[in-house]
């Protein structure tokens, strides 16, 4: 059933349990870090009310970085692609527990990671459309 719905509707699971207004739409990201790499990579998907796919993008930044650094910089690129969305709610959605609790309770943190952190609460502050989420 789940697969049906997938490929017929061009949904994925986590959109399908959702309750979502029309009009709304749904911004997830993820970040890849591989030990001993000099890159990281992220993902982005933006999905409409009814879960389905209306565009990707990926981003590779170059240099070393750790797992939060990653998911903060993925955090940052997504949130400045929710800022452009003009006239709409936007949920953005990441599986950084850590990265989101960093920037919902105003955690300080130094060097990259605390730089990210405060570009993503500044973005958030200035647009009161885009929510975040775990």
Known sequence: MRNKKVWENNCVT????????EGELKLNVDASVMEGSTSFSIGMVLRNHNGQFVEGRNFRGAG???VLEAETRGLVEILYWARNIPGKKV???SDSLLAVNAIRRKVRYHLEVGYNIERCQAILEDNRNISLFY
């Open 64 to 66: 070393h970085a750790t």
């Open 91 to 93: 949920t953005v959605e």
């Open 14 to 21: 986590p959109s399908l349990a959702m309750d979502w207004t």
